[in-house]
């Protein structure tokens, strides 16, 4: 799996590139990160890549040079072509099922804002798919690009040690309820103790038993999972 990271700011990736379990995946050549700075791709003396909004009001706005020749270039420069991403908090919402989506792509180029948006013709020419990871503003798009690394990377086969625990998670597997209860040692910890079912070496009593503590700790805090969706568009937030 392949991702280009289109930005400003590259060395806010850093610190998460070089973590454990993508390091790892990238070292055993299951993932590639390319990061590409679109200052690079600057028609301007000075690098500029921002200019004031026609029509006047706050801010700046991108101007669409840097970005669409950026996304071009970075798309030439790998013969698997590569499905282009804005973030932006006008996308379509990102859950799991998202994720699965675009973790059935072998190649991702993921494209950050940063100031005000976009001028709108990045979006008429490169036609790309538009993802946000929540309801709030971030004042740039690298921190939902890093959401969307972390989040698919699990979903690459041999990135996670045991290859079923991603289809343990919570949101995951046919039922996309929340995680019940773990334990592990001690037995008692001031006076809690372990559930004796866990203790008790039947499977099949220990399977009900997790089945029926996601399905109470998701009526709980998150009632809507056990509504299943109307149709399966209807998660799509713009
Ligand atoms: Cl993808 N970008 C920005 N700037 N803000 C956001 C977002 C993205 N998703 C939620 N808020």
């Known amino acids: 799996m392949r991702f280009d990271i289109l930005t400003l700011f590259p060395e806010i990736f850093s610190g998460y590139l070089n ?24 028609w301007d003396r000075d690098r500029r890549v921002d200019d004031r909004p026609y029509g006047g009001g706050p801010g700046m706005v991108l101007r669409p040079e840097p970005v669409v020749e950026c996304a071009e270039d970075v798309q030439a ?3 698997q072509p590569g499905h282009l991403v804005l973030l932006t908090p006008q996308g379509q919402r990102l859950n799991q099922a998202l994720v699965e989506q675009l973790a059935q792509h072998p190649r991702l180029i993921l494209i950050c804002g940063r100031y ?29 690009a890093m959401v969307i690394i972390d989040a698919v990377i699990r979903l690459v086969p041999g990135v996670l040690g045991d290859e079923d625990s991603s289809v343990q998670d919570s949101f995951s597997g046919p039922e996309r309820w929340l995680e019940g209860p773990q334990y592990t040692r001690p037995r008692e910890y001031r006076g809690y103790r372990v559930p004796d079912v866990l203790l008790s070496g039947d499977h099949e009593a220990i399977r009900r038993w997790r089945q029926e503590q996601s399905r109470i700790r998701t009526a709980q805090r998150r009632p809507e999972l056990l509504q299943p969706p109307l149709d399966k568009d209807s998660q799509s937030g713009t």
Do not use: C, T
């Open 19 to 42: 973590q454990s379990l993508l390091k790892k995946a990238q070292d055993r050549g299951l993932v590639e990160v390319h990061l590409h700075n679109f200052r690079h791709w600057s």
């Open 116 to 144: 005000e948006g976009f001028d709108e013709r990045v979006r008429l020419i490169l036609r790309p798919q538009e993802i946000s990871i929540g309801d709030y503003v971030l004042n740039g798009g690298e921190v939902a």
């Open 77 to 79: 420069m790998h013969p």
